[in-house]
């Protein structure tokens, strides 16, 4: 049964990738975290450079919703560091979709429900 007042939102991997010129910051390929929902996963180091990261946020968002085909947020995967002379880039790759309500994500009082972390019937 579909809910009219639900939406989805795409999981997102978001990698460290080389390119022809020198990484300065304090990354390397291959390291990388995730977006699931509104939590971000750190990989097996468990850590991620901040000024980057800082840089990635206001993308992430955006690209975790449907967009047109036609749209920079569904075609452009590849973001550089900010470092303007770094050579590191990182690709944001969807990998999945999750289910969400708005009764479950609202901070409005009269329309909430059970958040949905705490939502067992969540597919999360």
Not at 52 to 71: G, M, V, Y
Not at 74 to 87: F, M
Not at 101 to 117: C, E, N, V
Request: glycine share 8%; charged share 25%.
């Amino acid at each position: 049964m579909s809910d009219s007042r639900e939406f989805w939102l795409y999981d997102l991997k978001i990698e460290v990738i080389g390119s022809d010129r020198p990484m300065v910051c304090d990354h390397q390929p291959g390291q990388y975290f995730m977006m699931h929902g509104e939590n971000l996963v750190f990989g097996p180091e468990g850590r991620f450079p901040l000024y980057p990261l800082a840089a990635l946020l206001p993308l992430l968002p955006a690209r975790q919703r449907e967009t047109s085909e036609h749209d920079w947020m569904s075609t452009d995967a590849v973001i550089a560091c900010p470092d303007p002379h770094c050579g590191g880039r990182f690709r944001i790759t969807r990998t999945g979709k999750r289910r969400f309500t708005h009764a479950g994500t609202t901070g409005l009082p009269d329309q909430r429900g059970t958040p949905h972390w705490a939502d067992s019937s969540s597919s999360q």
